[in-house]
DNA sequence: CTTGACCTTGACGTTACGTCAACGTCTAGC
DNA sequence: GCTAGACGTTGACGTAACGTCAAGGTCAAG
């Protein structure tokens, strides 16, 4: 009647290594255990086994298994709840596939490994985390899939057009420009425009981005050195800072 | 220029934790470490954290990281082998969708949540594995799903073949038969038959099982009591092993 | 009684960190 | 100079589900 651990682990094409790990966590325990230790299974555990390892080999966690054979939750409604991970993984792989393939087309074109050169030094997309963090804009999930989709022309484009509103500012800033004349202003409206267009920014779509979202982009350009430097200094990021938090108090 | 361990954390999105850990790693050492064991990172230490980020986002397993960084290994070598693997993980998704989706149903159509009574506790898929292992068959990937795919109609005409072919081989082994005999022998071809229009049965789909793979069958039908009950005690286990045999040697 | 097969518990390794714990360091304000 | 509080350090455990030794006890056959 009662078979040892390895036989019932051949017989249901397991392991002894893992009989006694279900023993350990208390989801089979062997139906005899002689004074020397050894543990036998009668028919009862051997279906209970199977029972286990069919579940198991739906992917369902231990755990799990252990509620549903426990009669603790409806194996339909376990099932189901499975079923919404599973796919939830499937989407995630999808998505990995294609960054993947991307990547690698991306490589073969001779592009760099990264886009850490992207926007010229000035990305964005690397700090949205950031600002969220430190300012508080809504909850979104960028990626720089995006730019790497763009076309060569399209990049080339993008960053002169990037380098110009830059050079705007600075100009305007160097000749003493105030944050809320007209000029600062149009200048606040032309970057706005811009942030819209990234994938990724709050408010992307709307064809304005979030005020706080700019309000938190202005305090980084003076705190971060890194994107200081991109204006030519701190003097110049916090005249940016001014004029876009001028420009989004009134429009956005 | 250097920035502290959670600077660079928030900086790139991710934790000090993080860091630490790809130092302790070896993946990324700090450009500089202080007297007081305080670490701190440049520009460059910035860049391969990005591009760390990045890979790790695709995917990649940190020493697969580590050997694309340090130019021990082509990036888009790297990247297509993890392509297949992650087509391998979709495609084995993919299936566990397909089993948890029937699995549901045919609990909702009032299915037991096992079919371990299929074949009246002769499953022969429960076997082969063992059967692999203790006389080298090919190898395979079986299951039951094939079983829980049919319809309640099939599978009772499936389980009157079963029993028909187990009681003819009782009646004739009770009967004195010899192996050789052409009825024993005609048993067998049946028997046979049988074993190949099980999906997963190793020469199924040639119209007849692998040769081993009866040999070691009969064995099994001899040695395991769970099966040699199913043919009324060893001595007639014996008798199908042996025509099984004869069988096998000369027509497969 | 021996030999070999089989059993036991214990413990470490796997992946990429999260999460304390205990304790040293830096910086700003008084 | 002192102190509080923020930030840094190393060390260690936990995660999922076992695989894989290691050291040593048990069982069945000859």
């Known amino acids: 009647m009662d078979r040892t651990i390895h036989d019932v682990a051949r017989l249901c094409g397991t392991t002894s290594r893992t009989l006694r790990h279900y023993d350990a966590i208390g989801l089979l325990p062997p139906s005899r255990v ?19 390892l069919l579940l198991r080999g739906l992917g369902l966690a231990l755990p799990e298994v252990q509620r549903v054979l426990d009669s603790e939750q409806d194996p339909v409604t376990a099932l189901r709840a499975h079923l919404d991970r599973l796919r939830d993984e499937q989407n995630r792989l999808s998505r990995q596939v294609a960054s993947v393939t991307w990547t690698i087309t991306a490589l073969e074109n001779g592009d760099p490994l990264m886009a850490e ?32 989709a763009l076309s060569a022309v399209d990049r080339e484009t993008w960053k002169r057009r990037v380098t110009e509103l830059g050079a ?9 420009t105030t944050p809320g004349s007209a000029e600062a202003q149009d200048l606040a409206r032309r970057h706005c425009a811009w942030l819209a267009s990234i994938p990724g920014t709050p408010g992307h779509g709307t064809g304005r981005p979030a005020k706080e979202y700019v309000l938190g982009l202005g305090e980084m350009y003076v705190a971060d050195p890194r994107f200081a430097a991109h204006y030519g200094g701190e003097q110049n990021a916090t005249f940016v800072r001014d004029a876009l938090r001028v420009y989004a108090e009134g429009n956005l």
Chains 1, 2 share one sequence.
Request: overall charge negative; hydrophobic content about 40%.
């Open 34 to 52: 002689a004074g020397t230790g050894y543990r036998y299974y009668d028919d009862d555990a051997l279906v209970r086994l199977q029972r286990i």
């Open 117 to 148: 050169t992207m926007f010229d030094g000035f990305d964005h997309t690397r700090y949205q985390d950031e600002v969220e963090q430190r300012w508080g804009a809504a909850a979104y999930a960028p990626g720089d899939a995006w730019w790497r």
């Open 168 to 176: 705007a500012w600075v100009a305007a800033a160097e000749r003493g």
